[in-house]
């Protein structure tokens, strides 16, 4: 059992909890993620490890609520517990000193995107962030993250804050200024915010990582669950990523795998409010 500690609204459905884990808090590294369960016979959901104080023996999750399994996950208090929280596990974020990277995060990826971004500045990176969300509520982070980026774009689809438009318009601008353009860049979001970078960079031949979310089941390799298709290859998110380049990835089959269980979910919810 997991306590936790902390639980708070960070955006509308996206919550930051802090729970205790002390052997998660000293083995993890930047990248990784937990399965959680709330409790035995629910649904399990994988959630990037977003920060963790080793002292305190604590992690940081970020839960968007959105399904019946997420939802049960964000009702639990401070002082309640979470029945399994099981990790750290996937590959750590291949952090190397690029130089300038810059690291993209939508809505709320920016959350999984924030211990990469951390990863690549303690190395010594010049980090430009940029963060992109619909309106205002939903721009997470441009604090904690401008404590460590030399810039923060922030971008909104209807201008409420920041740049109006996309994140894909504020990399643009980045590519095209010869002294800021970025030798990679790490974006992790919606799939087609990534699909779309994927396609904005490769022209460029700029290495591009991207934080893939297919549906886990297991999180351990054995139920296939997460496949996804990079290059000519099969890989599973669980063991092989959840990082991978961008210009390998297939995001259509990823899409539509995504999408293979929405009714079932839909049916979830409504059982739920009944
Ligand atoms: P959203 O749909 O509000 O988009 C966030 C931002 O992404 C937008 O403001 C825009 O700047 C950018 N964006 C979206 N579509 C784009 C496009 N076609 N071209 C260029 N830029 C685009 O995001 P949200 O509702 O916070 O995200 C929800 C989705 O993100 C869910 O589908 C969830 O599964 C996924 N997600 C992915 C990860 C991951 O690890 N990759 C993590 C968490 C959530
Ligand atoms: Fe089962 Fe990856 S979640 S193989």
Not at 60 to 83: C, D, H, M, N, Y
Request: proline share 5%; hydrophobic share 40%.
């Amino acid at each position: 059992m997991f306590e936790v500690l902390s639980n708070e609204t960070l955006a509308p459905n996206l919550h930051r909890m802090t729970v205790r884990a002390p052997r998660i808090a000293s083995a993890r590294q930047a990248g990784q993620f937990v399965i959680v369960r709330s409790e035995k016979g629910e649904e399990r959901i994988p959630l990037t490890i977003g920060d963790a104080d080793v002292e305190a023996g604590t992690i940081t999750l970020f839960i968007q609520a959105l399904g019946a399994g997420t939802q049960k996950i964000v009702s639990r208090q401070p002082g309640e517990f979470l029945r399994d929280v099981a990790g750290p596990l996937g590959m750590p974020t291949d952090i190397e000193k690029w130089g300038k990277v810059a690291c993209i995060g939508g809505g709320v990826g920016t959350a999984v995107l924030f211990p990469m971004a951390k990863a690549l500045a303690d190395l010594g990176n010049e980090v430009t962030t940029i963060i992109g969300g619909r309106s205002k509520p939903y721009i997470i982070l441009a604090d904690e993250l401008a404590e460590f980026s030399s810039h923060v774009q922030i971008t909104t689809d209807d201008g409420s804050f920041g740049q109006q438009g996309f994140v894909t318009t504020a990399l643009q601008a980045l590519i095209d200024d010869p002294e800021r353009r970025p030798e990679a860049v790490f974006a992790v979001g919606p799939v087609p915010m990534m699909r779309a970078i994927s396609e904005l960079t490769r022209p460029y031949g700029i290495k591009t990582l991207v934080s893939l979310n297919p549906i886990m089941i297991d999180g351990t390799g054995m139920c296939g669950g997460c496949r996804v298709q990079i290059g000519d290859e099969v890989k599973f998110a669980c063991v092989d990523g959840p990082e991978f380049d961008a210009h390998q990835v297939d995001f259509n089959s990823l899409m539509d795998r995504l999408t293979t269980y929405r009714e079932q979910e839909q049916h979830c919810r409504l059982d739920d409010q009944l």
